[in-house]
């Protein structure tokens, strides 16, 4: 699993350094400076604030130090970038020595009708000093608007690779869950009730309306507040899913999963937060549940736009957990990263056997340690790198 820094740029109050971290953005109008991205409060950088067209700009920051970032947040309204590169530099220059570092075209998201904060990953991440965002156009085409941006590093991750003695390499991989294609509640256009023998749907309002989240995207709910299923029996989720409204700024973008056995004592499941979405899109969330319940909810749900709408909710049940063993010949660096696990659980059922092809190729300074653990006398159930 990559693990990543906290936010490594501070909050500016005026366009001098801060704690050896400099940026500017080009161009700009007075009152929309591009320090102003990173100020606690006020409306960000604009390159142009009155002549429709100007949604292009270039942001370039100076961390005072390389760091290899491998996350970003970005915070702006109705004038959300769509289209961007980030290239890092370790002189400044820009000149053809930097590096391309990630690429975005036609982000998912819409015109968002207040501020959001919506998390990106880089590509290529490096070891740079500079790193320099260059804009092409806004989901608008009109105006450009940079509120707030964060950027978090990669840290170093520990790996481990288990052999026999036979000249072979081998770790144990966690794909996810399995869970079945079939959701608990089947699609029926023809059922309007909200009862039946397996189970009874309820919400926080229109609530008479409930069963149009289970049609299969026929037709939808539209509701504040909560969304709740309870059935006869429990269940075991895998997996549960969403699809987008038509509007699909009326879909929630940040919800959370509760289970319960009695309606009163609810369990966090799973939550979710600055989610983007296109129309009719479904997304499919997947879950690790340890525990069985008779009830599920979707409360806290929030979307940009009211009415706030489900067009399919769906539930899955868990069939089992998708473990891999992985088999090199090699335990170079390259094989340590591609393959190696941080933590290995000897009593998980293996699910299927992958063989990887080998090949030597030199990565920078990483080390490899080796070390011998005599299995008959000492019995190891799990191993994990801190």
């Known amino acids: ?43 960000g950088w604009y390159p142009d604030n009155s002549v429709s067209g100007r949604d292009n700009g270039v942001i370039v920051i100076d961390l005072g130090k390389q760091r290899k970032i491998g996350k970003y947040t970005i915070k702006a309204g109705g004038y959300f970038p769509k289209s961007w590169t980030i290239k890092g530099s370790n002189t400044g220059a820009f000149s053809g020595e930097e590096e391309l570092l990630s690429t975005m ?26 790193y320099k965002f260059d804009i092409t156009k806004s989901v608008t085409g009109t105006f450009l608007q940079i509120a707030g941006l964060k950027m978090m590093e990669k840290l170093p991750e520990n790996k481990i690779l288990l052999s026999s003695g036979d000249g072979k390499y081998r770790s144990i991989k966690d794909n996810g869950v399995i869970y079945s294609d079939k959701a608990i509640i089947p699609i029926s256009t023809n059922n309007n009730s909200n009862v039946t023998s397996d189970y009874t749907l309820s919400a926080g309002s229109s609530s008479d309306t409930a069963f149009r989240a289970i049609q299969g995207g026929t037709s939808a709910w539209q509701g504040t507040g909560w969304f709740r299923t309870v059935f006869v029996k429990k269940y075991k989720l895998g997996a549960y899913s969403i699809q987008a409204w038509s509007a699909p700024n009326q879909t929630p973008l940040a919800f959370r999963l509760m289970g319960s056995n009695d309606g009163v004592v609810w369990d966090e499941i799973n939550n979710q937060s600055g989610l983007i979405w296109t129309a009719n899109e479904i997304k499919i969330f997947p879950i690790n549940a340890s525990v069985a319940y008779t009830h599920y909810e979707l409360r806290d749900m929030a979307s940009l736009i009211t009415p706030l709408t489900l067009r399919s909710f769906r539930l899955f049940e868990y069939i089992g957990k998708n473990i891999s063993m992985l088999i090199t010949e090699s335990a170079t660096e390259d094989q340590f990263i591609k393959c190696g696990t941080d933590t290995i659980a000897f009593n998980s059922e293996i699910k299927r056997v992958v063989d990887v092809l080998s090949h030597d190729v030199l990565l920078g300074s990483g080390k490899t340690f080796e070390h011998t653990v005599d299995m008959s006398k000492r019995r190891v159930h799990k191993i994990t790198l801190g």
Do not use: Q
């Not at 699993?1 to 109008?29: E, K, Q, W």
């Not at 998912?108 to 490096?126: G, L, M, Q, R």
């Open 105 to 130: 075209m036609d982000s998912k998201v819409s015109a968002p009708s207040t501020i959001i904060e919506v998390e990106f990953f880089i590509d290529n991440p490096k070891m740079c000093r500079y």
């Open 1 to 43: 699993m990559t693990n990543y820094s906290d936010n490594v740029l501070p909050v500016f109050t005026s366009a001098s350094p801060v704690n050896g971290v400099s940026i500017t953005a080009t161009p700009f109008v007075t009152n929309f400076e591009g320090w102003r991205i990173l100020a606690s409060s006020g409306n």
